[in-house]
């Protein structure tokens, strides 16, 4: 399915949908596009991949970039995520399996402002400026339509939620008046306002933030005077990449897990993931580099979570130093490479 397009658009954009903290494989990803004469003009990221986007405009070339990804400043950013007092084993199983009982799409509230496990450092170590001839961002997040004062109370059949992407104002002009596909009925119970927004004046630094601030997992991010969750509101933005460019490089990603992501984006987004993902897999892209593998393949190569018995907490299990960390990333870089290498030849055929 080819979506409507325009002579205004970007020739080709590379979607980086999630990742989390491998977000190095996308940096390969790139760099395998760059190869083959297909580098993109717009990058739409959302969450982890969010970071990969600011490092890909950022630093000139792929060694570089590969270099940003690995260095001791992020190790040491990664190494200060720290567990919350509510991120206790027995409680974070409790609200899974509440979630996951709990069958109403959206019922209520969600407590974004203090509900979850892990408080990010204040500042992302990353660069501050796009170098020349770097390609536009534009950056998926979820504004709050609501305050702290309503957590906990009854949604009603109101919106909560309104998906946001930042992007400088050419990408904006692109955007305007679209409606927003995490609003779609088909997969959707109406937690998400129907019209996409585009903002051109968040700082990039803020809109990173503002897209790995996935729910439960981190505290909404203010800015502005707004707040917002992460880019976990459209994991899988391909509509809005067709309206940014001609070509389109997309994944084709694992399906969300039943037990836990699933059941989470139900009750805070209202929105069915596995129904979202079928959807998306049906439509077209140029390309599709296919990363349904990366949770096996990349399994010893990423940051996860594990129980510290002797805090009572979940926490994040980091490498045991920078040089461990550096390997990872190198790991995820060469994942990201050859999927995205096959994925070109596959598209030249």
């Known amino acids: 399915m080819h979506l409507m397009k325009n002579h205004e658009q970007y020739a080709r954009c590379l979607v980086l ?29 959302t969450c ?31 190494r200060e995520v720290t567990s919350t007092l509510r991120a206790t084993p027995l409680r974070t199983l409790g609200g899974a399996a509440r979630r996951w009982m709990q069958r109403a ?3 209520h509230v969600p407590d974004l402002f203090r ?50 992407v930042f992007c400088p104002p050419a990408a904006a002009a692109l955007l305007d008046g679209r409606p927003a596909p995490a609003a779609d009925p088909r997969w959707s119970a109406g937690a998400v306002a129907p019209q996409l ?16 601030a996935d729910m439960f997992y981190f505290r909404s991010h203010a800015c502005h005077g707004r707040h917002y969750t992460g880019g976990v509101i459209d994991l899988f933005p391909l509509e809005i990449a067709h309206y940014l ?8 990603k694992m399906p969300f897990n039943p ?49 510290d018995w002797r805090r009572n907490r979940i926490a994040l299990a980091a490498p ?7 390997a990872q990333v190198q790991a995820q870089w060469d994942y990201g490479y050859r999927k995205g290498m096959a994925a070109m030849k596959k598209a030249t055929a």
């Open 105 to 107: 799409p959206a019922p």
């Open 48 to 78: 982890g991949g969010a970071i990969a986007a600011a490092i890909i405009a950022g630093a000139p070339d792929a060694r570089t970039r590969l270099a940003w990804a690995a260095s001791p400043a992020m190790y040491g950013f990664l």
């Open 115 to 164: 509900d979850y496990l892990f408080e990010l450092p204040d500042r992302l170590p990353l660069p501050l400026e796009p170098v020349a001839g770097a390609p536009a961002l534009a950056i998926v997040g979820g504004q709050l339509l609501f305050g702290p004062g309503d957590a906990g109370t009854a949604r009603g059949d109101r919106p909560l939620f309104a998906q946001t």
């Open 197 to 212: 927004r585009a903002d051109s004046a968040t700082p990039l630094r803020d809109a990173v933030r503002i897209s790995i």
């Open 17 to 45: 949908a999630g990742g989390g903290f491998r977000f190095g494989y996308y940096l390969g990803v790139h760099a395998a596009a760059q190869d083959c004469g297909r580098a993109p003009d717009v990058v739409l990221a």
């Open 259 to 307: 037990w836990l992501a699933a059941p989470a984006l139900r009750a805070v987004l209202g929105i069915d993931g596995a129904a979202r993902l079928r959807h998306v897999h049906a439509l077209h892209a140029d390309a599709w580099v296919d990363t349904r593998d990366m949770a096996q393949a990349l399994r010893a190569h990423g940051i996860g979570k594990r129980i």
């Open 245 to 252: 460019a001609r070509e389109v490089i997309m994944e084709r």
């Open 320 to 326: 045991p130093s920078a040089a461990a960390y550096a």
